[in-house]
């Protein structure tokens, strides 16, 4: 096990062996250089977690940390496999090309493999809180985890989520927002999970299209109609938080500058209890 000191954080590097995923997996772990009781931090995960090298996530976390801006919390990226479009997803359906056909299984290694580990690596039963993030594709695929599973998270990151993710393609003459995206559907369709608390992000240059002429891009549409959805679930103010950047792109350097208000709405200084 390699730890290396950096300020106020640590981080530890792993691999872990996957039966579902039937690969090894890399995961990083991010938390405070002195813990005194584990399970009195709240634990993340987060998709895509080789992005969190380009972002210094590391000295992002120290930065924080040392400010007392936010409270301990352990952190696990989890580096994207070479199958991502396949293992990021929906886990009820893969979309109208099939991708996201391996999002069962990897629901299956977040549950059954990653949190059994960090738990007994970190020597504890159980984490104050559970939350999931992601980027991207990977903000998709930790919406669905989050979403489908209120008994065991109970806050969830998006940053420039693959919101349009739909079961039809969208050149079919009978592609329709309201039937076709699937998340969006999954909300409309499901209940009301109490205690579950949304943060989004999105860039107002995440890209460029614009599929039904409207004067605002697909990704921002996109995500104010899932917060729509929420909202017409049950969600409040309280529950969700909207982060629209003028300037944001569909990059890690947005990311980067969105990742301490998130961190900041979920864990910081005012949620000290």
């Not at 489908?148 to 806050?155: G, K, M, T």
């Not at 919101?163 to 329709?176: G, I, T, V």
Request: glycine share 8%.
């Amino acid at each position: 096990m390699n730890a290396v000191k950096e300020l106020n954080y640590k981080t530890e590097g792993a691999v872990l062996s996957s039966a579902w995923l039937k690969r090894d997996v890399i995961i990083d772990f991010y938390f405070p250089a002195c813990v005194d009781d584990w399970s009195a931090l709240c634990l993340l995960l987060i998709n895509d977690g080789q992005d969190l090298h380009t972002m210094d996530f590391v000295g992002l976390l120290a930065g924080l940390y040392a400010q007392k801006e936010i409270r301990q919390v352990l952190c696990v990226g989890i580096t994207a496999g070479p199958d991502r479009k396949r293992e990021y997803g929906t886990a009820a359906a893969p979309d109208y090309m099939g991708r996201g056909d391996l999002a069962g299984s990897y629901t299956k290694f977040v549950l059954e493999e990653l949190l059994p580990y960090t738990a007994i690596r970190y020597h504890t039963k159980a984490f104050k809180e559970l939350a999931f993030a992601g980027f991207s594709l990977g903000g998709l695929s930790a919406l669905d985890i989050v979403w489908n599973h209120p008994d065991v998270f109970s806050r969830a990151g998006i940053f420039s989520g693959s919101l349009w993710w739909r079961s039809r393609d969208q050149e079919d003459p009978a592609y329709n927002d309201d039937q076709d995206r699937i998340m969006q559907q999954q909300i409309r369709n499901g209940t009301y999970r109490p205690g579950l608390k949304f943060f989004l992000q999105c860039g107002l240059m995440d890209e460029a299209n614009d599929r039904n002429q409207n004067g605002v891009i697909d990704a921002v549409d996109d995500t104010r109609d899932l917060v729509t959805e929420l909202v017409k679930k049950g969600y409040r103010l309280g529950d969700i938080a909207y982060l629209e950047l003028e300037d944001g792109k569909h990059d890690v350097a947005t990311w980067k500058k969105a990742m301490p208000a998130f961190l900041k709405w979920g864990w910081g200084s005012v949620n000290v209890k």
